[in-house]
């Protein structure tokens, strides 16, 4: 059974930094793309970041090259969303998803036929 768990929410003022830990289990890790959506309040889910299973990173969102960054973690299956520069409008609740397939989308990542997180909130406040 793949499972994702996600860790490292909170509240943290505009300009600042948070750190969220996905830890997944239940497949090959290196096998499949792995990366976070966010979801703010009366949104659509929308990807953010994806990292492949060689280890090549996709932004989805353009505010975002400068500011975040993903990587596998030292920690077998662990991977590591470092946030800077948190803004605002990054406040939503941000989930873990896994892909069957190593390779992330290159334009768009859609939030179908993947393995979920429960999500975990991130708040910034001004």
């Known amino acids: 059974e793949v499972q994702l768990v996600e860790s490292g929410g909170g509240l943290v003022q505009a300009g600042g930094s948070l750190s969220l830990s996905c830890v997944a289990s239940?497949?090959?890790?290196?096998?499949?793309?792995i990366g976070w959506f966010r979801q703010a309040p009366g949104k659509e889910r929308e990807g953010v970041i994806c990292?492949?299973?060689?280890?090549?990173?996709?932004y989805y969102i353009d505010s975002m090259k400068d500011r975040f960054t993903l990587s596998r973690g030292i920690a077998k299956n662990t991977v590591i969303l470092q946030m800077n520069g948190l803004k605002v409008e990054d406040t939503a609740v941000y989930y873990c998803?896994?892909?069957?397939?190593?390779?992330?989308?290159?334009?768009?990542?859609?939030?179908?036929?993947?393995?979920w997180g429960q999500g975990t909130q991130v708040t910034v406040s001004s």
């Open positions: 990292i492949s299973g060689t280890n090549r990173t996709r």
């Open positions: 239940g497949f090959t890790f290196d096998d499949y793309a």
């Open positions: 998803a896994a892909d069957v397939v190593s390779i992330c989308p290159p334009d768009t990542w859609y939030p179908i036929s993947l393995y």
